[in-house]
């Protein structure tokens, strides 16, 4: 009841009470004003796809496998994987123990997803019974040994307390997704052992042996042209926040670490009045002085026209070499520090942010710099809706870059053309991005969908009062960018 005028498609599906194959059935109707239609639906077993899962490196698969329509798989990529867009017998899920069978599909071709690897999937067409699809799964291994080489068979991972026996000091496990975290490597009688972890899905990632060793203590002075330096962060072996062995020199600045491995180590130093340092600590050594060079601090407000307290806001700066740094908006205020000389790029992000443009500023030595986020005053209100190319809204980012620009060839071409000059904001539930106070003139929108980084299009716009809402809509046929 209640279908309005127009054309529809009618599909209705069945499954036997064990949980066997889908019955799918399809009718297209057209519908009239005030018309009663009869439909029959002529049910057609759903078609399967049987195939055999194996791991990258070899193991054994037992994992979930999904396959989804080839065209509804990108329209779900597009959209943030809204499922609402799934219609019946598009999709079917099974569980690959060696082998799988996936049921109730209607006729076409289908990406076999494994292992949550949505970018690279297999693909098959429904009737199709000896596919082979491969789980990227990484697989970690290592031997904890101690100095002389012996394995050390009871350690922890992960921040786990409770050590656990591994026959041998071996260690292996598989790994789904990327490798992109800190271990952490926990034994009695031995100082946790750190490392970092990177690798792309699918990676097998060997460490050999690591060498647990037994706590020392470390000392040392920071100084900074000559003179004591308090305050400054110290961290050994990991620079992050992940890093078990944190602290800051003392108002002489001395400092003292306990329980830190024996092993030869980096010391790295951190200081808003000076560039960043990483000592080289031997093995063994009990003492470590560290000599600081002048830096640059750069500060600056967040000022709106209004006198407004924008919340949640971030500075993004790029430097030379392509070095990140990140400070958050406190009070309407932020601070960077220990930056080098070179040309900075800055950029607010947050929510509200379109009407602040992105600022260069160029450090030349030490001392204190200040570079203020003004709100453009006046100016038009622009509305994007970006579009896939059947006219549903996607989820995506969205820059407004200034003038007219061709779209460049390669992702990482757009990411330096846009962290430039783009001016970018948040999409609404809609999917519209909304810029604010935006100087009339031409422009190009560029559009990168979320989920698929390498779909990425452009469209010229004149911006002027009159302009409500541009649509943006994804080329047919577009290829993927290189990366």
């Not at 656990?164 to 034994?187: I, K, N, S």
């Not at 050999?208 to 706590?215: I, K, P, R, Y």
């Not at 070499?321 to 900075?344: C, I």
């Not at 604010?436 to 010229?460: C, D, H, I």
Request: glycine letters at 12%; hydrophobic letters at 40%; proline letters at 7%.
């Amino acid at each position: 009841n209640g279908l309005g005028p127009g054309e529809w498609s009618i599909l209705g599906m069945t499954q036997s009470t064990d949980g066997g194959a889908q019955g799918v059935a399809v009718a297209k109707v057209t519908v009239g004003q005030q018309q009663k239609l009869k439909v029959t639906l002529q049910l057609e077993r759903g078609e399967r796809i049987e195939g055999r899962c194996v791991v990258s490196h070899g193991a054994k698969a037992e994992v979930d496998i999904v396959a989804v329509e080839e065209r509804l798989f990108t329209t779900l990529r597009l959209s943030g994987f809204d499922l609402s867009r799934v219609p019946p017998g598009s999709v079917a899920l099974g569980v690959c123990r060696d082998r799988f069978v996936l049921e109730g599909l209607k006729a076409g071709r289908y990406a076999l997803i494994v292992c949550g690897d949505d970018a690279s999937p297999e693909h098959a067409s429904a009737g199709d019974r000896d596919v082979m699809v491969t789980c990227p799964q990484g697989l970690l291994r290592f031997r904890a040994v101690d100095p002389a080489g012996r394995p050390v068979e009871r350690f922890s991972l992960w921040g786990n307390e409770q050590p656990e026996l591994h026959p041998g000091g071996r260690y292996e496990a598989p790994q789904v997704g990327t490798f992109d975290d800190v271990l952490t490597v926990r034994a009695p009688g031995y100082a946790p052992l750190q490392r970092r972890l990177s690798g792309k899905r699918g990676t097998v990632l060997d460490l050999g042996d690591l060498v647990l060793t037994e706590a020392r203590s470390l000392s040392g002075r920071v100084t900074g042209d000559g003179r004591p330096v308090a305050g400054a962060e110290l961290k050994l072996g990991l620079d992050e926040r992940a890093s078990l062995y944190r602290a800051r020199t003392r108002p002489d600045g001395t400092f003292q670490l306990e329980g830190v491995p024996s092993s030869a180590s980096t010391l790295f130093v951190t200081h808003p009045q000076f560039t960043p340092a990483a000592a080289f600590v031997p093995a063994g050594a009990a003492r470590v002085d560290v000599a600081l060079e002048a830096g640059a601090e750069l500060s600056g407000a967040v000022i709106t026209h209004d006198g407004r307290e924008v919340l949640e806001l971030v500075v993004e700066a790029r430097g030379p070499d392509g070095v990140e740094r990140r400070a958050e908006v406190v009070s309407g205020r932020y601070t960077l520090g220990s930056l080098r000389p070179g040309a900075w790029r800055l950029r607010l992000t947050g929510a509200d942010v379109s009407a602040f443009d992105p600022q260069t500023v160029t450090v030349a030595g030490a001392g204190a710099l200040t570079a203020d986020f003004v709100e453009r005053l006046g100016g038009v209100t622009v509305s994007v809706l970006p579009l896939d190319d059947e006219g549903r809204p996607i989820v995506a980012l969205v820059w407004l870059v200034p003038g007219t620009r061709a779209l460049p060839p390669s992702q990482a071409e757009l990411s330096a053309l846009v962290n430039a000059a783009g001016l970018q904001s948040t999409a609404d539930p809609s999917g519209a991005h909304t810029f604010e106070a935006v100087t009339p003139g031409r422009y190009t929108v560029v559009v990168r969908a979320r989920e698929v980084p390498e779909l990425a299009w452009s469209q010229g716009v004149e911006v002027n009062p009159g302009l409500v809402q541009q649509r943006v809509v994804m080329p047919r046929g577009l290829e993927p960018s290189k990366p």
